[in-house]
């Protein structure tokens, strides 16, 4: 049977105290036809000289280092770099099951390479899936992994699959607005996930993810708040009109509600103008929605309260929308 080579990608910063068993973790796999590539996203602490030395005993282990940019830039800087057929990512906190490589080794021979393999994970602390727009029993064997992992499902996460290298041929990581650190993955695996023609799902939990309250995807500020509209709104508005009515209604709802927040934590400083701008990047995806009428007249309402300042009174409107 063919070992098909992996690519390990792993953004790392400030991690200097855990490195060490990290890659041990990773190096301990029943399954030895990888690479690990790392990308310092400008650590502070003695990341970046732990993983040298590592390296520097380790063929198999690669280093990159770049200014502190945030995990975005750190992989897309990683994929530049990767040697194997198929590649995954994995972050820092997290780690693989012992058998993962091996079990998706067998899996892709088993299928006929597909472009993305979907696989379950295990969760260690208080996160947990949300079963009712991101249900793991919903996506099956499919030639249009978009419509399976953004539409009926919210399957979304970057790290619980494994991709095909040529799927980065023509790829687009480059954007005009502001994506922050919060679900940065999720637009990654968008643009990667939209080239694939062929997924498969496996049952097996390969990842263990690590629930940490002070990690970047649990805390979320403003900036991030807004970074994380507009991924939701590019994404959705991305993709093609005629599969809107295979978009799970459950997440339409999230959608909803994100942007109505989107729109009250702003609402103390901004201007009626930037509103009205606003109301133009939800114009894009609002073929999503069969009550467009209904939103723009209370956002017409809306914008009429914020510009006299009654806050509270926009608030309730939009409570229960």
């Keep these: 049977m063919k070992n098909i080579k992996f690519s390990i990608i792993c953004p790392i910063y400030n991690r200097g105290l855990y490195v060490d068993a990290f890659v041990n973790t990773i190096l301990s796999q029943t399954y030895d036809s990888f690479e690990v590539i790392f990308v310092d996203d400008g650590s502070t602490d003695d990341t970046s000289e732990k993983i040298k030395k590592i390296a ?53 021979l088993n299928s006929q390479y597909p472009d993305i393999i979907n696989y379950d994970f295990i969760t260690e602390g208080k996160h947990c899936r949300d079963k009712k727009w991101n249900n793991f029993d919903m996506v099956s064997n499919s030639t249009n992994p978009v419509v399976e992992l953004f539409c009926k499902t919210t ?134 929605y069969s009550f467009k009428n209904i939103y723009f007249k209370k956002m017409k309402f809306f914008y009429a309260l914020n510009k006299i300042k009654f806050y509270y009174i926009a608030y309730l409107i939009f409570r229960f929308f």
Aim: net charge positive.
């Design 56 to 108: 520097s005993k380790n063929r198999r282990i690669k280093y990159f280092h770049q200014k502190n940019s945030g995990p975005f830039l750190a992989r897309k800087e990683a994929l530049k770099h990767i040697a194997g057929e198929y590649f995954i990512f994995l972050d820092s906190d997290d780690k693989l099951e012992i058998n993962a490589l091996k079990t998706l080794n067998n899996a892709i």
């Design 155 to 288: 399957s979304c996460y970057l790290w619980d699959k494994c991709y095909r290298k040529s799927l980065l041929k023509n790829v687009n990581f480059d954007f005009d607005f502001d994506y922050g650190n919060f679900a940065e993955d999720t637009l990654m695996a968008y643009e990667i996930i939209k080239n694939a023609k062929s997924l498969i799902k496996i049952n097996e939990k390969l990842y263990v993810y690590n629930y940490t309250p002070n990690s970047l995807s649990s805390t979320t500020s403003e900036k991030e708040r807004n970074g994380l509209i507009n991924i939701y709104f590019y994404i959705y508005g991305d993709i093609d009109k005629s599969l809107s009515f295979l978009i799970n209604p459950d997440w339409l709802l999230t959608m909803i509600t994100l942007y109505r927040d989107h729109l009250l934590f702003n609402s103390k400083h901004s201007k009626y103008k930037y509103w009205k701008k606003e109301a133009l990047l939800f114009n894009k995806v609002k073929h999503l």
